[in-house]
T-cell receptor
Framework: QKEVEQDPGPLSVPEGAIVSLNCTYS??????FMWYRQYSRKGPELLMY????GNKEDGRFTAQVDKSSKYISLFIRDSQPSDSATYLC???????????FGKGNQVVVIP | GAGVSQSPRYKVAKRGQDVALRCDPI?????LFWYQQALGQGPEFLTY????????KSGLPSDRFFAERPEGSVSTLKIQRTQQEDSAVYLC????????????????FGPGTRLLVL
């Protein structure tokens, strides 16, 4: 079993819908949680970064962490065609810089 | 400012050839990482440098993989005697510091080198 599980199934939604993505993890040492967005043939770019349980909002994006359940989520409100990309969850432990990634979810927002 | 750059962007190699992939991190960034991303997968950690010191190479899949960062800036990932299973995108990332919590620990990724071994 991988340390980070992310159901890699593609997701197709109409413009304006809410996109909901999630990851589970098994390593309780993970303390920092990130969501990266990766456009086709580009490197991942950081979207959200959080280190405590609860919600963090940034514009149309909300990251949610539940450390007790080892579960993190990303919500995208009012989705736009420009949000079409692969979304990767990533996490690491304190004092350990190596990131553990999920497989990624390919999201397509249909105009 | 300039982000992380990688070259070449694409590389086709015949099985058994040696390849060298270059990474130019963001100027002044202390930490540098290499990841391997197979098709349809998330990036997998390969190795980590703090300045010129290679502090973690536990992710390198075999002794055919070798990385260096001799002056604490540019890094090269070398793969000897390439095999078909080495085909992947090789991502380089850099971050400003090590050991501090918060956004300063963010890793900034380059566009990757897409390696195809025939």
């Amino acid at each position: 079993q991988k340390e980070v599980e992310q159901d890699p199934g593609p997701l197709s939604v109409p413009e304006g819908a809410i996109v909901s993505l999630n990851c589970t993890y098994s390593n309780s040492a993970f303390q920092y949680f990130m969501w990266y967005r990766q456009y086709s043939r580009k490197g991942p770019e950081l979207l959200m970064y959080t280190y405590s349980s609860g919600n963090k909002e940034d514009g149309r994006f909300t990251a949610q962490v539940d450390k007790s359940s080892k579960y993190i989520s990303l919500f995208i409100r009012d989705s736009q065609p420009s949000d079409s990309a692969t979304y990767l969850c990533a996490m690491r432990g304190y004092g350990n810089n190596r990131l553990a990634f999920g497989k990624g979810n390919q999201v397509v927002v249909i105009p | 400012g300039a982000g992380v750059s990688q070259s070449p962007r694409y590389k086709v190699a015949k099985r058994g050839q040696d390849v060298a992939l270059r990474c130019d991190p963001i100027s002044g960034h202390v930490s540098l990482f290499w990841y391997q991303q197979a098709l349809g997968q998330g990036p997998e950690f390969l190795t980590y440098f703090q300045n010129e010191a290679q502090l973690d190479k536990s992710g390198l899949p075999s002794d055919r993989f070798f990385a260096e960062r001799p002056e604490g800036s540019v890094s090269t990932l070398k793969i000897q005697r390439t095999q078909q299973e080495d085909s992947a995108v090789y991502l380089c990332a850099s971050s400003p510091t090590f050991g501090l919590a918060g956004l300063q620990e963010t890793q900034y990724f380059g566009p990757g080198t897409r390696l195809l071994v025939l």
